[in-house]
């Protein structure tokens, strides 16, 4: 549990950081010059900064601490704790951004605390069954299905196209957390036998353009509750079915709490799935 909240807190932190590169390169406020340029120039810009670097690196370093809570706690409290790192990033967004976080704000992220504390007095250890032999097809076909999903909502408009495109990252995030599970040996004979190699590969791949997509051309809040369900509720479903997750003796219904109350609680910090903007400092008013 403590690698799925580390996962946590480096995705968090990570989206602070890299947010305020893409704005300091987009005010000129880098020491490069202007903001025009394009997306692409604006991206290159950010990229130069050290705080994209560093949330880039955060993000690999939370990949890593993800794969190990994978491999060593049920893929229910690894969602939870994942879908957890949007109260990091409001309670960082709080502290460098100066970000104003509002009542009902501080009351979600002491509601997810309160689940992933939950979950964590209640998880036993992942499960050591393999599931079906078909399991790890059906993962490559939902990955393939992730890719289907993503072409029909980009034809959408309005929060429709956010939440839909939204929901396929989250799928596609849950495919990875199912594909690790089934990933036995790092064999290279084995990896490329392994059709849960490929879902991880593709399921990956279709998460981060369909998330991409989703953040640019919709609503914020929309397509994080999307990817917030997708990463969460499925991946626990076929981790108890299939893969053998469970609790500890007597404890799952404090589990199903958790887990509920932690999901319910990022929903409410949706809006943090993007770093939210910086509120401007009242300008001093002119002497009359």
Known sequence: MVCALGAAVCFGTATVLQAMAARAAADGSDGRGGGGGGDAALLLRAVRQWRYLAGLGLDGL??????????????????????????????????????????????????????LAMLGLASGTEGEESGPAALPWAMLGAAVGVLLLGLVGGRLTGRGRALVLGLGAGCGFGVVEVSVRLIDSLAPSHLLTNPATYALLLGGAAAFVLLTT????????????GIVIGETIGPALVGVVW???RTREGLGWLAVLGFAVAVVGALALAR??????????PQAQAPA
């Open 62 to 115: 939370g990949f890593l601490f993800q794969i190990a809570a994978l491999r060593s706690v049920p893929i229910y409290a690894v969602g939870a704790a994942l879908a957890a790192s949007l109260a990091v990033t409001a309670v960082v967004a709080a502290r460098l951004l100066r970000v104003r976080l509002s009542r009902l704000e501080w009351l979600a992220v002491g509601v997810v605390s309160a689940g």
């Open 243 to 245: 893969l053998g997750d």
């Open 272 to 281: 943090f799935g993007e770093a939210p903007e910086t509120v401007p400092a």
């Open 214 to 225: 989703a953040l640019q051309r919709g609503s914020v809040t929309t397509a994080t509750a």
